[in-house]
């Protein structure tokens, strides 16, 4: 099945800087990329995503890219502020068809003011 | 439109007690999930249903775990007997059932088993 690797587990910028989040995958054939975030106590919820025809998206401070090659994406964040602080997960949809998402173990990004 | 709604939000019961969790997705969704998140994990699933059917429940321990879908709306997630390592948020989700359908997730039922 498919594996999801995310680094670093922890990460802290000061406010203003950018942060990076990376992720790998095992399955050659996943297609679709979403990332979610989780504030403490809260559901996760869906802030970007990328599917694998396509090797960037933007949406205003927030940028997923994807080197399907590697088997790897990568979360940009920048201009953080303190609100960004939260738990990133990144998932990979499987080949296989149920079609699951697989997360990664997640970041703990904290912007420090 | 209304999200995914899950109770109760949280749960204290001791181990070798049972416990169930109720989901109620998005109206419209065919596909809805139960995934397990321990403390400092990613979640992980636990069972998909498409409709009223089992897509898959291969991570499910089948021994004390069980879920239903009735009707291919709500949805119940029962543990008996629970024990100490099920401490966990339970988080029900739901899409269209599409590959990139987005993921809604509700706020989930926090467990706790002593």
């Known amino acids: 099945g498919e594996n999801v690797e995310q680094h670093p587990s922890t990460l802290s910028v000061q406010e203003g800087d950018s942060a990076v989040i990376k992720c790998t995958y095992s399955d050659s054939a996943s297609n679709y990329f979403p990332w979610y975030k989780q504030e403490l106590g809260k559901r996760p919820q869906l802030i970007i995503d990328i599917r694998s025809n396509v090797g960037e998206k933007k949406d205003q401070r927030i940028a997923v890219t994807l080197n399907k090659t590697a088997k790897h994406f990568s979360l940009h964040i920048t201009e953080t502020q303190p609100e960004d602080s939260a738990v990133y997960f990144c998932?990979?949809?499987?080949?296989?068809?149920?079609?699951?998402?697989?997360f990664g173990s997640g970041t703990q990004l904290t912007v420090l003011p | 439109e209304a999200g995914v709604a899950q109770s109760p939000r949280y749960k204290i019961i001791e181990k070798r007690q049972s416990v169930a969790f109720w989901c109620n997705p998005i109206?419209?969704?065919?596909?809805l999930y139960w995934y397990q998140q321990i403390l400092g994990q990613g979640p992980k699933l636990l069972i998909q249903?498409?409709?009223?059917?089992?897509?898959?429940d291969s991570q499910l321990p089948k021994d004390r775990f069980s879920a239903e879908r009735l009707k291919g709306v709500d949805s119940t997630l029962k543990i008996q007997p629970a024990k100490l390592e099920d401490s966990a948020v339970y988080l029900c989700?739901?899409?269209?059932?599409?590959?990139?359908?987005?993921?809604?997730f509700g706020n989930g039922t926090r467990l706790t088993v002593t």
């Open positions: 989700a739901s899409n269209l059932g599409t590959y990139n359908s987005p993921l809604h």
């Open positions: 109206s419209g969704h065919a596909t």
């Open positions: 998932a990979a949809v499987n080949s296989g068809s149920a079609r699951q998402l697989t």
């Open positions: 249903f498409q409709n009223n059917g089992v897509v898959d």
